[in-house]
């Protein structure tokens, strides 16, 4: 099963060996550093009501938490 597979068009053996050669070239992505996990159930903004959206029944929706 081939890693790269040319879809359109007609590539000499050349371009195609000139692709293979830059990519295997190519730096690793670097890995990203795990970030720890933060607990949101003791944010206090958890308490705060949602912004209020324009639109039908906003101003009944304006009252309720």
């Known amino acids: 099963m081939p890693y790269?597979?040319?879809v359109r068009g007609d590539a000499t053996p050349?371009?195609?060996a000139a692709v293979i050669a830059v990519l295997a070239t190519r730096p690793a992505a670097p890995e990203l550093p795990a970030t720890p996990r933060r607990h949101t159930w003791r944010n206090p903004a958890r308490g705060m009501r949602k912004p209020v959206?324009?639109?039908?029944?906003a101003w009944r929706m304006s009252a309720l938490p």
């Open 4 to 6: 790269l597979r040319i």
């Open 53 to 57: 959206v324009p639109g039908k029944s």
């Open 14 to 16: 050349e371009e195609i």
